[in-house]
């Protein structure tokens, strides 16, 4: 019985009246930029599944680093392709590895960049799992000792936050532990508390060179059919002292996003992976979608989900859209 009384297009009128009502907006400083960091000097190579992401050398990462914050863009999160692997990922914890390296090199030449790190070993084993291997499967807590000195790696080379992506049991507590025990008590942790085992990782393993070499990571990334067991990851993480969690893909998983936000009160961030950039960037170049308006209301769906911030490839060509 609402109508003719109740007239919604009254207030979709014009462009003034819809900005004015708009509930979700979205901010460069929303983004984070993952940056794929190499070893050596000089080094750009475009990752071919990306369009518009390369592979880059830490002083190169630096520039890349500092351009963004001057968009607006305040953090990125760093990812190393190592030179060496082996089977339990010693070069995780290298102070002269592309990601330590990066980490300086940003920290000197843009300090204001909030310099976040992804902890995992899948990049540095020679097998490509997160962690090591004990009779065909992944052991847990053979690789958390591991995890904690990468995370502690990062921490002395200067990093603000450390990003466990692995999904071992523990590893937040670990981390945790080892930070506090070497004096680094302000170095903040992001989990990735609510990681799927998903389809849309495929282009990042090109990236990355991190495809495992047998099987795959069901059994330690999540069922991309759960929620509730999402929340039970979100809370045990931030109980181990998570500081902020992530939901991780994003798109295809909003629901569990706006669930994470109600079940906590640390800041929730999600992972616009991969395989959704790539999917945007696919379709755009046939003129299949508008890249630009699909892109932006990919990400202002995650901001309306619940998301606090949005770790995606777009961060740079976002940031310029919205000045
Ligand atoms: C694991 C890691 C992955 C991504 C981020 N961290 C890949 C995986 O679990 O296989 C994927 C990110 C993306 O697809 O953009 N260290």
């Known amino acids: 019985m609402s109508f003719p009384l109740h007239r919604y297009r009254r207030l ?3 462009e003034s009246l819809r900005a004015i009502l708009r509930e979700t907006s979205l901010a460069p400083s929303d983004f984070i930029a ?11 190579q475009p990752v071919s599944s990306m369009p518009g992401v390369d592979r880059v050398s830490p002083e190169l990462a630096a520039k890349d680093a500092k351009s ?14 190592p030179e060496e692997k082996d089977a339990v990922g010693t070069s995780s914890a ?7 390296r990066a980490v300086r090199a940003i920290k000197a030449e843009s300090p204001k960049t909030v310099v976040m790190t992804d902890v995992c070993l899948c990049e540095y084993t020679d097998h490509g799992h997160c962690g090591v291997i004990e009779q065909d499967t992944v052991d847990n807590d053979a690789t958390l000792p591991i995890l904690a000195a990468e995370a502690l790696a990062h921490a002395v080379a200067g990093a603000d936050v450390v990003a466990p992506s692995d999904m071992m049991d523990g590893r937040v507590g670990a981390i945790r532990a080892a930070l506090d025990k070497s004096g680094y008590r302000d170095v903040a942790v992001l989990a990735y508390a609510a990681k799927y085992a998903s389809g ?28 509730r067991e999402a929340i ?92």
């Open 232 to 323: 039970k990851e979100v809370l045990s993480d931030v109980e181990e002292g998570a500081d902020l969690v992530m939901v991780k893909p994003a798109l295809a998983y909003l629901d569990v996003v706006r669930a994470a936000k109600e079940a906590t009160n640390v800041p929730v961030a999600c992972y616009n992976v991969s395989g959704e950039y790539a999917m945007v960037k696919a379709a755009a170049a046939n003129g299949w979608i508008d890249g630009k308006r699909v892109t932006l209301e990919i990400l202002t769906s995650m901001k309306r989900a619940g998301a606090d911030l949005i770790l995606t490839y777009h961060a740079k060509e976002a940031a310029e859209w919205l000045a």
């Open 34 to 44: 993952p940056l794929f960091v190499v070893p050596g000097a000089g080094v750009r």
């Open 12 to 14: 979709r009128r014009s």
């Open 68 to 81: 963004l914050a001057s968009l607006g863009v305040l953090s990125v999160i760093l990812f190393g392709i």
């Open 94 to 100: 290298d102070p002269e590895g592309p990601v330590c």
């Open 200 to 227: 849309f990782y495929g282009p990042f393993r090109e990236a990355a060179e991190s495809t495992p070499s047998f099987g795959d990571r069901r059994a330690y990334q999540m069922d991309p059919a759960n929620v």
